[in-house]
Every structure is written in structure tokens, then in C-alpha cells.
């Protein structure tokens, strides 16, 4: 009996010389989390509820807005094919997650499908880039009169915003961040000009309007002629004037299509050789 007493009497002693010591500390370096806060100070079993359920949505979009950011900066050329395999590795990503991009991507019009090819760039004519030009200075034009007539204070604000951003990207020539803020522009004039067909019409032109917006803005000086005229059509737009807004919106389509013409022309020989 006073063998067990002992006994029990070392493992005390033990502990307290120990492990007391240990679990201080960790309890010092370790301090609890703190609870969600509850309206009566009380934590309940549906504040600790949480969705851990991975979406493979996630990956497809990620997937699907890296390749449109890289076709759109012209990391592909038209005409070049987007092998699977390759694309695969390069992005991390599974064949699966891979292909719904790519169908998202050809219902913009930004790849093509080619038989016994599989998918690649299109090529786009300079008579289709004429065409999609024309369109634009009718149905921007309208758009931006429309604006003129019937936006808020908020998206002046915004647009105001968007023209103070791009007057920083002239400086510093980032490709992406120039077709992000004239996106972030027309979105805001689009939304405002209250067709929504005309909104829709331009929407589903994005994609090559973007691609062929990097071609004119490539050209040395076109960026910052471009933000002068968008400062021109937000200070019409401001001003509610919309005849002014009307005719610098289709100045600003020609300007950029005549740069555009040029940047064609640059390539030809390359095409042609």
C-alpha cells in the first residue's frame, strides 16, 4: 500500500516539474479562437455552419478568364492552335476543366474549332475588323447620346474614376490594364444608355472589339490619344450634351480604327511570308 502511494506520488511530481510547465506555455503561444460573435452572446450550432464544398466552377473560371486575358493581350496570335496537353501543364488545370473553358471561350467568338485542328485563335480579316468598326460608331454613338441624357450622379462618378485610371496606365503602358479600363468605361455607358439591345448588340461583340482595341492601342502614342478622347466623352457625358457626346464617340471609333488599319498593315508581311 505505501509502495502505491508512492508510486502515484512520483507521477505527481513528475507532471508538475513537466508537463504543467508545457501545457503554460502552449497555452501562452497558443491562445483560443475566438468564437463568432452571437446577437445574445451565445454561440449556436448554425454560426459554426460553413460550406466546404470546392466548386469546380472556381477552376473553370479561372481557366477560362487566364486564356481570355492571354488571347486578348495577343499572348496567342490568330492562327495558332491551343494544343490540350500543353495548355493542361501550363495552367495546372484538368483536361475536364480545360475544355469548359475552351467552350466558353468559342461562345465568345474567341477561339474557333477546326476540324482534324482542334481549337485555335481566328484569324480576323481586316474587312470583318471594317464591319465591326462601322457597327460601332453607329450603335456607340447612340449609346453614348442616350448616356448623356439619362446618367446618374453615381456612374458619372465612375466613369470619372475609370478616365482618372487610365490617365496613370498612359504612364505606365500595361497592355491588360489598358483594355480593363476601357471596358470598365463602355460598362458604364452601356448600362446607361438605356437599349438593351444596343447593350446586348456591343456585349456580344466584346471579345473582337477587345482584340482588335489591343491592335489600335499597340501603336506608339494611341493611348494616350484614347484617353483624351474618353476625358472628351466623360466631360460630354458630365455636361449632359448629347449631340457632343454623340460625335466624340464616333470620332473616337474612326481614330481608333484608322490605328487599327495601321497595326494590320504592320502585320501583313509577317502573314504574308
Known amino acids: ?29 497558443n491562445p483560443p479562437t475566438p468564437r463568432p460573435p452571437m446577437h445574445d452572446g451565445r454561440t449556436t450550432r448554425d454560426d459554426l455552419k460553413m460550406d466546404l464544398r470546392v466548386s469546380r466552377k472556381t477552376v473553370q473560371q479561372g481557366t477560362f478568364d487566364k486564356l481570355k486575358d492571354a488571347i486578348l493581350a495577343g499572348v496567342f496570335q490568330p492562327g495558332d492552335r491551343l494544343v490540350e496537353t500543353d495548355l493542361c501543364g501550363q495552367l495546372g488545370v484538368s483536361r475536364a476543366s480545360l475544355r469548359e473553358a475552351l467552350r466558353s471561350l468559342q461562345s465568345e467568338r474567341l477561339i474557333d474549332f477546326i476540324p482534324n485542328r482542334g481549337p485555335q485563335i481566328p484569324v480576323l480579316t481586316w474587312k470583318e475588323a471594317e464591319d465591326i468598326y462601322e457597327l460601332r460608331a453607329l450603335l456607340e454613338g447612340e449609346a453614348a447620346a442616350r448616356c448623356a441624357s439619362s446618367i446618374g450622379d453615381d456612374d458619372i462618378a465612375k466613369l470619372a474614376t475609370t478616365v482618372q485610371t487610365l490617365r496613370r496606365v498612359v504612364r505606365t503602358n500595361d497592355s491588360h490594364d489598358k483594355l480593363k479600363c476601357a471596358t470598365a468605361f463602355y460598362d458604364v455607358l452601356l448600362r446607361n444608355c438605356g437599349n438593351e439591345m444596343v447593350r446586348q448588340t456591343l456585349q456580344g461583340l466584346h471579345a473582337r472589339i477587345n482584340f482588335l482595341r489591343a491592335k489600335s492601342m499597340s501603336l506608339p502614342g494611341r493611348t494616350k490619344a484614347s484617353y483624351e478622347e474618353m476625358n472628351a466623352l466623360y466631360l460630354a457625358i458630365k455636361d449632359r450634351d ?11 471609333v474612326h481614330n481608333a480604327r484608322e490605328a487599327a488599319r495601321e497595326a494590320f498593315k504592320d502585320e501583313q508581311p509577317a502573314n504574308q511570308a
Open 1 to 29: 500500500m505505501l509502495l502505491c502511494c508512492t508510486y502515484f506520488q512520483l507521477i505527481a511530481r513528475f507532471f508538475v516539474a513537466h508537463c504543467e510547465p508545457a501545457a503554460i506555455h502552449f497555452a501562452a503561444t
Open 242 to 252: 448629347p449631340k457632343a457626346a454623340r460625335k466624340i464617340a464616333q470620332q473616337h
